[in-house]
C-alpha cells in the first residue's frame, strides 16, 4: 500500500468519524431519550390566547394525547406500528412519534383549550387567563 492510500483511507475514516459525531449531536436536538422527535412548532400570541402549531405528519387524530397543566402543554403522538408489515432500505423518518412540552407565558383557561389537527398540522388555541387584580393591603 502506497503512502497516498494511506493518506486517502485515513482522510476517509476521520470524514467518517466527524460526520458521525455531527449526526449525534444532532440527534440529541432532534430526538428525545425515548426515541420521540420534537415536533417543529410555532407559537403565536393573540390578544384572547395562544395558538400553537405543531408538525406531525402521518400521525393519526387518534394517535394524539395533549396535557395541560398550570402553563404546560405537553404533546405526545405515536406513530401507528409497522412491526413486520415493511422492508425498509432507508428510514430516515423514524422514531416512535413527536413530543413536545411546551410552556407558555401565562396561566391558561383550562375550559379554552381547543386541538385541531389537519395535513399534518396540529393546532391547540389557549385561552389567557384573566390577569388577577392587584391591589394594595394598608397595614393597620
Do not use: Q
Not at 468519524?17 to 410555532?42: K, P
Not at 384572547?48 to 404533546?75: A, T
Amino acid at each position: 500500500m502506497s503512502i497516498f492510500d494511506e493518506i486517502s483511507r485515513i482522510s476517509e475514516e476521520v470524514r467518517k468519524e466527524i460526520e458521525r459525531a455531527f449526526r449525534n449531536v444532532a440527534d440529541r436536538f432532534l430526538y428525545t431519550e425515548e426515541g420521540y422527535r420534537r415536533a417543529l412548532t410555532d407559537i403565536e400570541d393573540t390578544d384572547e390566547g395562544y395558538v400553537i402549531r405543531l408538525e406531525m405528519p402521518g400521525i393519526p387524530k387518534d394517535k394524539i394525547d395533549i396535557r395541560v397543566e398550570g402553563r404546560i402543554v405537553e404533546v405526545k403522538a405515536e406513530y401507528p406500528s409497522e412491526e413486520g408489515k415493511r422492508k425498509y432500505i432507508v428510514r430516515e423518518r423514524g422514531g416512535r412519534g413527536f413530543y413536545r412540552r411546551i410552556e407558555v407565558p401565562s396561566d391558561i383557561v383550562a375550559e379554552g383549550v381547543k386541538a385541531s389537527y389537519c395535513d399534518g398540522i396540529l393546532s391547540i388555541t389557549i385561552r389567557k387567563a384573566k390577569p388577577t387584580t392587584r391591589w394594595r393591603i394598608p397595614v393597620e
